[in-house]
Structures are given as structure tokens and as C-alpha cells.
């Protein structure tokens, strides 16, 4: 296309696309150096969310967001720490953006905790669900499910029961501590819910 915008040898023509090549260039070069800096700074950030100061890396996760809004990793992390403020219309509102870019099902297990949260039981039983359909292996999101049916004004015994089943009898890929305790809390749930 530009070859046939510049016809014969015309030295201008040449040195004009030269130029526009050239600033093309240079555009490109401080957009690079831009997000290259951003991403130097969410290095930082990262490491406040990383020891749990959510509140002191929300302000420099706020800064980036305009840099960074296209990377899913970003949006996870800014996202899960405003979920641990309990700013859960502010986080569902990140997480969704998140879950554009990315099948990270942790993405709705947070959404759905955000939801249960604000006693959006449906949504969050929704969220949950659509966990499950994305890596059918995982027990977390029916850990998720089973607590979720226990929450006063949701009983769901039927439910429940399904949910604590598949939680007990699962086979993890890998056998974890986080498993067990998991599988320790929905017996415990099952001894002490009032069904």
C-alpha cells in the first residue's frame, strides 16, 4: 500500500513517507516507554498487595488503571483487593472488565463472593455455577456453593447435601491442606446447620 502511494523517484515523496514512518515511530516508542514504566510502578504496587496493605495499593492500582486496563492480571489483582476492603460494587465493577480478558475462573469465585456478600444470594449462586462449568475439577467453587446454601434466608438443603457430597468425594488433582480444611468446614457445616 505505501509502495503505491509513492510513485517513481520523486526524492520528496520518499522523504516525506521516511518522515511519517518516523514519527509513527516515535509515537509508538513513548507508548512503549509509558506502559513499560506502568508496569515498573504495578511491580511496586504488587508488593503492598502482596503483604495484604489493600488499602495503600488501591490508590497506586487506581493511578495505573488508565495504563493497565487491558491487562487481566492487573484487573485481578485490583479487583481481589477491593473485595478484601468489602468494596464490592467497586470490585464486581473491575472483575467484570477482568473477566473480559481472561477464564480465570477465581475471577467469579471473588464475583461471587462479592455477591453473597451483599446478599445477592442468586447472582452469587450464579457466579458460582458458572465456576464449575469452567474447570469442572476444581472444588473450590462447590466449597463456594455448599456455604452458600447454608447462608440464612437461602437454605437449600437438597442443594446442600449435592454440594457436600461432591466436596467430600471429589478427587483432587493434588491432595492439599486447603482441601482438607475445606472438606473439614462443610462436615462441620453439616453438623451445626439446623436443615
Known amino acids: 500500500l505505501l509502495w503505491t502511494c509513492v510513485s517513481g523517484d520523486s526524492r520528496w515523496e520518499w522523504l516525506g513517507l521516511a518522515v511519517l514512518i518516523?514519527?509513527?515511530?516515535?509515537?509508538?516508542?513513548?507508548?512503549?516507554?509509558?506502559?513499560?514504566?506502568a508496569c515498573r510502578e504495578w511491580m511496586n504496587a504488587k508488593v503492598l498487595?502482596?503483604?495484604?496493605?489493600?488499602?495503600?495499593?488501591?490508590?497506586?492500582?487506581e493511578c495505573l488503571y488508565p495504563l493497565l486496563k487491558n491487562r487481566a492480571a492487573f484487573l485481578f489483582e485490583y479487583g481481589h483487593g477491593l473485595h478484601k476492603q468489602q468494596k464490592f460494587e467497586a470490585s464486581n465493577r473491575i472483575l467484570k472488565e477482568a473477566l473480559k480478558r481472561s477464564c480465570d475462573p477465581m475471577i467469579l469465585n471473588i464475583l461471587g463472593k462479592n455477591c453473597q456478600q451483599t446478599r445477592d444470594y442468586p447472582a452469587a449462586e450464579d457466579w458460582f455455577v458458572r465456576s464449575t462449568h469452567r474447570l469442572p475439577g476444581r472444588i473450590y467453587p462447590y466449597y463456594l456453593?455448599?456455604?452458600l446454601y447454608t447462608e440464612p434466608g437461602f437454605e437449600q438443603?437438597?442443594?446442600f447435601e449435592e454440594m457436600k457430597r461432591i466436596v467430600l468425594t471429589k478427587e483432587p488433582k493434588v491432595h492439599s491442606t486447603a482441601i482438607r480444611q475445606m472438606r473439614k468446614e462443610v462436615e462441620k457445616l453439616s453438623n451445626?446447620?439446623?436443615f
Not at 22 to 37: H, N, P, T
Not at 49 to 61: I, L, R, T, V, W
Open 22 to 37: 518516523g514519527a509513527i515511530g516515535c509515537f509508538r516508542l513513548k507508548d512503549d516507554l509509558r506502559s513499560e514504566q
Open 192 to 194: 451445626t446447620t439446623p
Open 49 to 61: 498487595y502482596n503483604a495484604g496493605a489493600y488499602q495503600s495499593a488501591e490508590k497506586d492500582y
Open 145 to 147: 456453593l455448599a456455604k
Open 157 to 159: 438443603p437438597d442443594r
